[in-house]
């Protein structure tokens, strides 16, 4: 059985910073490609950031570039994603995904959700004055 877990969201401050983990197993982890997702009520499910485990290419949202950072632990088979300088935009349930038949991190970003093999149940991000 495949089993992502999430950890490490939770309430901050406008400006402030947090750190989400993905631990994976079940599954070969350097054959996967690795995602954190988000939804905001009344929003559809979007990639945030991606990297290919095993060739290290990773790819960011818009949003997210030049404040959030995906790095992945082959260690510890986990995916982080360090979020600065959040901003209430940034408020959202997070979400991360796992696929091992698709190779690319843009791949993983601009497939549907649906199409996406292995999902976590998520870890709650806040951010409010």
């Known amino acids: 059985e495949v089993r992502l877990v999430e950890s490490g969201g939770g309430s901050v401050q406008p400006g402030g910073s947090l750190t989400l983990s993905c631990v994976i197993s079940g599954f070969p982890f350097e054959k996967l490609t690795v995602g954190w997702f988000r939804q905001a009520p009344g929003k559809e499910r979007e990639a945030v950031a991606c990297i290919a485990i095993s060739g290290g290419e990773k790819w960011y949202s818009n949003s997210a570039r030049g404040r959030l950072t995906i790095s992945s632990d082959k260690t510890t088979n986990s995916v982080t994603l360090q979020m600065n300088n959040l901003d209430p935009d940034d408020t959202a349930g997070y979400y991360c995904?796992?696929?091992?038949?698709?190779?690319?991190?843009?791949?993983?970003?601009?497939?549907?959700?649906?199409?996406?093999?292995?999902w976590g149940l998520g870890t709650q991000v806040i951010v409010s004055s």
């Open positions: 995904a796992a696929d091992g038949h698709i190779d690319s991190a843009q791949g993983l970003a601009l497939v549907h959700p649906n199409w996406i093999s292995y």
